[in-house]
């Protein structure tokens, strides 16, 4: 069971990238069910797989009243994260970077990021980024973790809460459907198997 504090979390502000405008973080639920993907930065290649894997669910999310959101922890990156098409929701930046604080995820060092950053799970998923065509760069914060949240309407609970333990970490969509308690008519990504053929990172 989640301990969260949604009242004081919800009081948080982010800002749209779409209207520039700041917004409170519980606004995204007050209406509606919301899948929160929390983007490590909008350069970083596993984040755009990863935005892209979950954007597969968007048809069944909005069939069934859930909204897909996205939230960066800086503008960097922003604008070719945009056209790039990674990400088929809606898009906030926390400038302050409390949401990230408030949820926990953790914040990488210059001694403990480098192993965090060519972990296994990280190479599987750089290479699966790279064959479906999806690359990334190292501009803006690469010290920030990421995760998920995904808010009841209304802020009535949390149904799932998941931070990042290293940066190849991501929720499998099996997981968001389940959580959320409905169907999807997708097929998840698969994370390929590493070897020295596939991981070269």
Sequence with gaps: MSTLNLTKLGSNLLKSATSGENVELGSLWQDHTAVIFFLR?????????????????E????????????????????????????????????????????????????????????GKKVREIASKASAEGIQGNFSGDLLQ?????????????????????????HV??????????ITASVQAGVRPQCNDDVCTR
């Design 41 to 57: 930065r909008f350069g970083c290649q596993i984040c755009r797989w990863t935005a892209a894997e979950v954007s597969k669910l």
């Design 59 to 118: 048809k069944d999310l909005k069939t069934n009243g859930v909204a897909l959101i996205g939230v960066g922890p800086e503008e960097t990156g922003l604008k070719e994260f945009k056209e790039g098409g990674f990400f088929k929701g809606d898009i906030y930046i926390d400038e302050k970077k409390q949401c990230y604080r408030d949820l926990g995820f953790k914040r990488y060092n210059a001694i403990n990021v480098l192993p965090a950053a060519m």
């Design 145 to 169: 973790s990421g995760g998920m949240l995904i808010v009841a309407k209304g802020g009535e609970k949390v149904l799932l809460h998941f931070i990042q333990d290293s940066p190849g970490d």
């Design 172 to 181: 499998p969509l099996e997981d968001i459907t389940k959580a959320l308690g």
